[in-house]
């Protein structure tokens, strides 16, 4: 009975050729998981403002259309705001008595930034009183862990995270470059909604709105104005679950899932190429030894399923080895750089993982071609004498 004939003669003879084919497709391994891995760090860091955050705060103003002032009917500004003020404050009443509303405040806000590794995404925050302070912490579940209390104008309170990402510590101050030396940074905060807040001073804001603090199953604030008689439209400011919801899934997920498969798909393309190249080369150089197998009575499904161990070993140790490479560079990366820029990460995305292993399974497919050729053209020895 004939032995099965070897993979590993072909790999331990060819040490060079195959170990070059391995270290491309581990490094190809490692790239396209890194890639993901630092795509996805952004969409998972950017969950916490885009989801988690609406569902505790909305901000919303008003057009005096929506209010039901006229603004042509009034001889002066001064006139014109204070029934602005009487039909907000009016509106205010009503969302606070609505089921799922713990409070709506007025009041000025500040803007905030949070870079991911592609991309960043603005924010709001409020500046409120230092009275109010303690009971906007507690609805956001967030806890001071550092520093103090907000104790006059312009002091704030930023998110652990927040406060990495843009490089700040406790007695900076807070956008400098857009609000320059106005707020002053003296606590750090631990939340699970990157959440910020302060104290106003003077008139240096990113706008006024209603600040909305509502619970996760009443944070749709088109329902919730509609429950009091009031139908939002075009022309109002409105930031709340829904609307964030929309622009996670149009300018974060659906952009970066794009990405990601242009570039594996760019990427699986040459390598295939590369491969296809390396391995048309490796076989051609093989052909007296296809011959020889075959003379001495090898069958051709024998020789195929040889050169398919040969691929499966090949291409099992780049795995292997990429994924042991990947693990290292994930770690450093997150240790040296992620961390430093207050981002949030994981490890392991296994539905990524089975999108890369299916597309070396599907350069393993595209092999099949050259292969099947080859052993369709094997000759015997006499059958090349003649």
Request: charged letters at 20%.
């Amino acid at each position: 009975m004939k032995s099965r004939l070897s993979a590993l003669k072909f790999v331990r003879n060819n040490k060079k050729q195959v170990w070059v084919m391995i270290i491309a497709l581990s490094l190809t391994f490692m790239t396209m998981y890194v890639i993901n891995f630092l795509f996805l760090t952004t969409q998972e860091s950017f969950q916490a403002l885009f989801l988690e955050q609406p569902k505790k705060v909305a901000y919303v103003e008003l057009s005096n259309k929506t209010m039901g002032v006229d603004s042509t009917t009034f001889s002066s500004e001064e006139e014109l705001y204070q029934e602005t003020d009487k039909a907000r404050n009016g509106i205010m009443e009503k969302l606070k008595a609505h089921e799922g509303i713990s409070d709506v405040i007025y009041t000025q806000c500040l803007y905030a930034n949070y870079q991911g590794i592609v991309g960043g995404v603005g924010y709001d925050f409020p500046l409120l009183e230092e009275n109010r302070i303690s009971g906007f912490l507690k609805h956001m579940n967030a806890e001071l862990t550092e520093g103090r209390m907000p104790e006059g104008p312009g002091e704030i309170l930023v998110d652990q995270k927040v406060l990495h990402n843009k490089k700040m510590e406790i007695g900076g101050y807070f956008n400098e470059s857009t609000y320059g030396e106005v707020f002053q940074v003296v606590g750090v905060l631990d939340s699970d909604y990157l959440t910020c807040v302060g104290t106003p001073r003077g008139y240096t804001n990113s706008g006024w709105y209603m600040v909305i603090l509502c619970e996760e199953e009443h944070a749709e604030m088109a329902k919730v104005f509609h429950d009091i008689g009031i139908e939002l439209t075009e022309y109002d400011t409105v930031y709340d679950r829904a609307d964030w919801a929309d622009m996670y899934k149009e300018l974060v997920t659906d952009q970066l899932d794009a990405a990601l498969l242009a570039i594996l798909t760019v990427v699986i393309i040459f390598l295939a190429i590369s491969i296809l190249v390396a391995y048309v080369s490796f076989m051609r150089s093989r052909v007296n030894e296809y011959c020889l197998y075959s003379s001495i009575g090898f069958a051709r499904k024998d020789i195929y399923e040889m050169m398919m161990r040969e691929i499966g070993i090949i291409f099992g140790l780049s795995i292997v080895i990429g994924a042991a490479v990947t693990v290292v560079i994930m770690v450093l990366l997150g240790h040296f750089m992620l961390d430093s820029l207050g981002l949030v990460y994981h490890y392991f995305y296994p539905e990524h993982l089975l999108r890369i292993l299916t597309a070396f399974l599907a350069i393993v497919g595209f092999l099949q071609v050259p292969v099947i050729v080859t052993i369709n053209n094997i000759k015997t020895i006499d059958m090349i004498e003649e």
